[in-house]
């Protein structure tokens, strides 16, 4: 059974920064892609940052770009987050999720796996 399980979230004041963790068990090989979407209140999820099942090579969203940089440590399972120059705007719940097939996708239907969640707040 594939688990990601989310860590890191808090509260922080905007320009401040947090370091996402996501710990992912249960895939049988390490060609899964890997990545963060977050869903603000009353807002639809969206797409943060993805790594690609495929190649590798990294997705991110528009307001993440020159703010956060995803990585992944294959041999400990670890996928991390690293947000900086956090604006009130990025609060939100942020989910780690996992796909087999998502190949850099930043579309919430292309990931099968996901994680309970670890929230954001960034107060001004």
């Known amino acids: 059974e594939v688990q990601l399980v989310e860590s890191g979230g808090g509260l922080v004041q905007a320009g401040g920064s947090l370091r996402l963790s996501c710990a992912a068990s249960g895939f049988t090989s390490d060609d899964y892609a890997i990545g963060w979407f977050r869903q603000a209140p009353g807002k639809a999820r969206e797409g943060v940052s993805v790594?690609?099942?495929?190649?590798?090579?990294?997705n991110d969203a528009r307001f993440a770009k020159g703010r956060f940089t995803i990585s992944r440590d294959s041999a400990t399972n670890m996928a991390y987050l690293q947000m900086n120059d956090l604006k009130p705007e990025d609060t939100a719940v942020y989910y780690c999720?996992?796909?087999?097939?998502?190949?850099?996708?930043?579309?919430?239907?292309?990931?099968?796996?996901w994680g309970q969640g670890t929230q954001v707040i960034v107060s001004s």
């Open positions: 790594i690609s099942s495929s190649d590798g090579s990294v």
């Open positions: 999720v996992g796909s087999w097939s998502a190949a850099g996708s930043l579309r919430a239907g292309s990931y099968e796996y």
